[in-house]
């Protein structure tokens, strides 16, 4: 691409022997002809030849050379046109000679930003001026993307926009400027100044020095130290609370808010309760790096007064929306295979590539069991399960015939039961070969989704049920037949007396 020139000047000199040279060039446009080929005779169709007679013109059919131009390094020019009356009696030339614009280039006709002429020397600021440059400028606000001051307050403030890298900030007092994510430095120890970057996807594991007389006020073992803080203006919102029990056991909690440590006296020994052992950070952004929602997953445990080292796990991941509200989405396994830990991370359906993933959740007698068949549906389908695909990777919304329906199926159980739990989703993509054969396009032609459902499993203090999700891809392209065009008939007669005498 080649870009515009462009042209101004400031001199008053300089625009000054411009005009002149254009006003020259003005009076010696009509003179210049191109097709004057013959000297002292008049070429054939040329309009602009001062060798030719209005009798010559009248023979004349078109003009050859229609406009004539000068210096095309100017903004605006003069252009001498020539055309020919051919419905006059008798024909004749015309004449014209018009202003035209130069597209090529860009003009400045009048540059009227004095300032914009020379640089100016920027004010330093230093402790007698710094109020005054202050005021003037309005304020200062933290965004990571500023190019300018801003007020320090804003009635509607707008969320900041991130780049790869550049750390997420909060509004939160307990843990500072920045959302911070506990790791080890130079030992296993917990250390609480390291900051969450954005897009860069973590996981800590560390030990923290506790004494369980302070256990109350250490505010690295509270929960509301990690769900306070506002990232951006986008409070984290609380996905789930799992209690860790001394045997190692999992408990979902339910409606009981925020949490804080308390110290409990149970006998001979004391146990710090409600203390965060693990926390697990689940960041939503847009395609421009706008943080768009934020989930926090927590488990919580109980320590006694023999452990002077606790175990914690920091995680943070980033998620983009568009994979849950455009694209098929299954679950994301985990190295634990817990269903609950791994709540809220989903992984985007690739074509063409069969997946299978799956998780364990481990129940009690506690849950209903139509609350319990909801929440593992939600767990299987997602957020936001789609209701058409596209029949192709190209396919635009207005296009209605090139989105396939997903058809939904449920299979339940020949085993009678009181409740039915969904334990699997089985997606599957049936594709055809569309096109020619030498670049042929995959197409979607039908999706289908079944949710087969198991009855509940007999009450008991655990129970685990395995949870699984495939995606399958089957191809049904007929196979290409070749065709061929008919063989030639002759269908020719020979003369009645082809073969006279012999016959």
């Known amino acids: 691409m080649r870009w515009p020139r462009v042209r101004f000047s400031s001199e008053v000199g300089a625009q000054a022997s411009a005009v002149h040279l254009r006003e020259t060039l003005v009076s010696t446009v009509a003179a210049l002809c191109v097709c004057d080929l013959l000297p002292a005779r008049c070429d054939v169709n040329c309009c602009c030849d001062p060798d030719c007679s209005p009798t010559d013109f009248s023979v004349f059919s078109a003009c050859s050379v229609p406009v004539v131009k000068g210096d095309r390094q100017f903004c605006s020019q003069k252009a001498a046109v020539y055309s020919m009356n051919l419905t006059a009696d008798p024909p004749h030339r015309v004449f014209k000679l018009i202003d035209q614009i130069n597209p090529s280039i860009f003009c400045i006709h009048i540059s009227n930003y004095k300032p914009a002429l020379s640089f100016a020397n920027p004010e330093v600021p230093n402790e007698d001026n710094f109020n005054r440059l202050i005021q003037a400028s309005g304020g200062f606000a933290l965004s990571a993307t500023s190019n300018g001051p801003s007020t320090a307050t804003s009635d509607a403030p707008q969320p900041t926009k991130y780049e790869y890298g550049v750390p997420l900030q909060t509004a939160g007092t307990s843990s500072g400027s920045f959302l911070r994510l506990p790791s080890p430095l130079m030992s296993s120890l917990c250390t609480d100044e390291n900051p969450a970057a954005f897009l860069v996807s973590q996981a800590f594991e560390c030990s923290r020095r506790v004494d369980i007389e302070e256990c109350e006020q250490v505010?690295?073992?509270?929960?509301?130290?990690?769900?306070?803080?506002?990232i951006l203006r986008v409070s984290i919102k609380i996905q789930s609370v799992l209690y860790q029990s001394l045997n190692h056991t999992l408990t979902r909690l339910e409606g009981y808010g925020v949490l804080r440590p308390s110290l409990v006296s149970t006998g001979q020994d004391?146990?710090?309760?409600?203390?965060?052992?693990?926390?697990?950070?689940?960041?939503?952004?847009?395609?421009?790096?706008?943080?768009?929602?934020?989930?926090?997953?927590?488990?919580?445990?109980?320590?006694?007064?023999t452990v002077t080292l606790l175990q914690q796990k920091f995680e943070i991941h980033f998620i983009q929306t568009t994979n849950r509200q455009e694209q098929f989405t299954i679950l994301h396994s985990t190295g634990k295979q817990d269903c609950l830990a791994s709540e809220g991370l989903r992984d985007p359906v690739l074509f063409g590539y069969n997946v299978q993933s799956g998780c364990q959740l481990r129940l009690t007698g506690t849950i209903p069991c139509e609350l319990l068949a909801q929440k593992i549906q939600g767990l299987l389908r997602g957020q936001?399960?789609?209701?058409?695909?596209?029949?192709?990777?190209?396919?635009?919304?207005?296009?209605?015939?090139?989105?396939?329906?997903?058809?939904?199926?449920?299979?339940?159980?020949?085993?009678?039961?009181p409740c039915q739990l969904p334990v699997a989703l089985g997606i599957e993509v049936k594709w055809t070969k569309y096109g020619s054969l030498l670049n042929p396009q995959a197409r979607i032609v039908n999706v289908t989704a079944q949710l087969i459902s198991i009855p509940e499993p007999l009450p008991g203090p655990e129970r685990t049920i395995v949870i699984s999700t495939t995606v399958t891809f089957v191809d049904v392209s007929a196979p290409a037949e070749a065709g061929f065009r008919a063989p030639p008939t002759i269908n020719a007669r020979l003369p009645f007396s082809f073969f006279f005498p012999f016959v």
């Not at 505010?219 to 506002?230: F, N, T, V």
């Open 219 to 230: 505010e690295a073992l509270s929960m509301a130290h990690y769900s306070s803080p506002a």
């Open 270 to 305: 004391r146990l710090c309760r409600n203390v965060v052992l693990e926390v697990k950070y689940s960041l939503l952004y847009t395609a421009t790096g706008q943080i768009w929602e934020a989930g926090l997953s927590l488990i919580l445990g109980t320590f006694s007064s």
């Open 384 to 417: 936001a399960f789609p209701d058409y695909v596209a029949a192709f990777g190209n396919s635009r919304a207005q296009d209605v015939q090139d989105w396939v329906p997903v058809r939904y199926v449920t299979h339940s159980s020949n085993m009678k039961g």
